[in-house]
């Protein structure tokens, strides 16, 4: 297994003295496939650290973005050029490689490694905010997104903004190395893998990107293509600001999928989600709420036998996921209820494996 060197940044970007700080989200990048037995090796770690920090939600300020590529062997279904195009930009010669804010890190680490390697990520202030919206309509299946970073101080040097739309979840049973399951896998960016370049920024100027791109899903999508294993409203743009000199990342956002279509079924809560649905070890459970709420999370079997729960407490606003681990449930059908003083909504979501 090729193990990356970690790289030490120099000083590339020229910042005003007083510059304004910011919560940084972190950012690891993950390059792999799903022919390659050292991956599944990362993975056994590296995994367990991302649900352990809860990355890719709003509250963790930790984000993921796996890239699949085209070796050893015939290489993953998912691989398509802006993942070539990431893993020439990061001088990748070999996987797995996994890179933390632009930092290579040892892919031989321990789960303890890796998530604190995560937990540091997210430590380092920012000068930047980034917001946006990614609206999903299934109707016309498309894709619309608009960014908006905001840069606190001035800066001077050379930069990329990345546009990346990566899915939650899939299953790839023609995995050769007993790793069926991908998570945060990027599917296409925008404007490309190389991201768009800027040489200033004017504190307090924001600068805007929108997209608007077409989509399909087949069920294993083409190699080389840019489709989607399942509904794209399991997947999530992930926007982040890259030094092209130092390969810092400055910042990173996590950005929710929407639908023009959607009814909301409560106030309190929208976009609950339920991911893959069949579940086998692990079942995801997402929500967005646009102020403070206070709820409380139960999962029972069809009896009505309780088999996990989130006891009353307060949400912030924003996203949040829970990962539940659902390999030792019994086959069969189970529901998933949020219930909170305005109101409750219920999921059906089935157990098989």
Same mark, same amino acid.
């Given at each position: 297994m090729l193990k990356p060197?970690?790289?030490?940044a120099g000083i590339s970007s020229v910042f005003a003295a007083s510059a304004q700080n910011v919560q940084r989200n972190g950012l690891a990048e993950e390059f792999s496939a799903s022919t390659c037995h050292p991956c599944k090796d990362l993975y056994d770690q590296y995994h367990p650290a991302l649900v352990s920090i809860n990355a890719n939600d709003t509250s963790a300020h930790v984000n993921a973005i796996s890239y699949q590529?085209?070796?050893?062997g015939t290489g993953d279904a998912s691989y398509n050029l802006?993942?070539?195009?990431?893993?020439?930009?990061? %001088?990748?010669?070999? $996987?797995? =490689?996994l890179r933390i804010n632009g930092q290579?890190?040892?892919?031989?680490?321990?789960?303890?490694? %890796?998530?604190?390697? $995560?937990? =540091?990520?997210?430590?380092?202030?920012?000068h930047m905010k980034i917001t946006g919206s990614y609206e999903v309509n299934l109707s016309a299946q498309t894709l619309d997104i608009n960014v908006s970073v905001l840069p606190l101080t001035n800066l001077t040097g050379k930069y990329r903004v990345h546009v990346a739309v990566v899915e939650r979840h899939y299953t790839n049973p023609a995995n050769t190395v007993n790793m069926p399951d991908y998570y945060f896998v990027m599917r296409r960016m925008f404007p490309d893998g190389k991201g768009k370049a800027e040489y200033s920024w004017s504190a307090n100027t924001a600068k805007t990107y929108?997209?608007?791109?077409?989509?399909?899903i087949n069920n294993p999508p083409a190699q080389g293509s840019f489709d989607f294993w399942g509904n794209p409203l399991m997947s999530d743009v992930i926007v982040f600001v890259q030094d092209s000199v130092t390969r810092e990342i400055l910042q990173s956002q996590l950005i929710l999928p929407r639908s023009p279509l959607s009814v909301?079924?409560?106030?309190f809560a929208q976009q609950v989600l339920c991911y893959p649905n069949p579940a086998d070890n692990y079942l995801y459970f997402s929500?967005?709420?646009?102020?403070?709420?206070?709820?409380?999370?139960?999962?029972?079997?069809?009896?009505?036998?309780?088999m996990y729960q989130v006891e009353e407490h307060s949400f912030a606003a924003g996203v949040h996921q829970y990962a539940i681990p659902t390999g030792g449930f019994p086959k069969g059908l189970y529901f998933i209820t949020l219930s909170s003083e305005q109101g409750r909504m219920t999921r059906k979501v089935v157990i098989d494996r």
């Open positions: 060197l970690l790289l030490v590529m085209d070796y050893p802006h993942a070539q195009q990431r893993h020439d930009y990061n %001088l990748v010669l070999g $996987l797995p =490689t290579g890190i040892n892919t031989s680490s321990t789960q303890a490694q %890796l998530y604190t390697a $995560l937990d =540091t990520s997210r430590n380092k202030p920012a929108h997209y608007n791109q077409a989509f399909s909301h079924e409560t106030d929500f967005s709420n646009s102020k403070p709420i206070v709820c409380a999370l139960q999962m029972t079997d069809a009896s009505g036998r309780l």
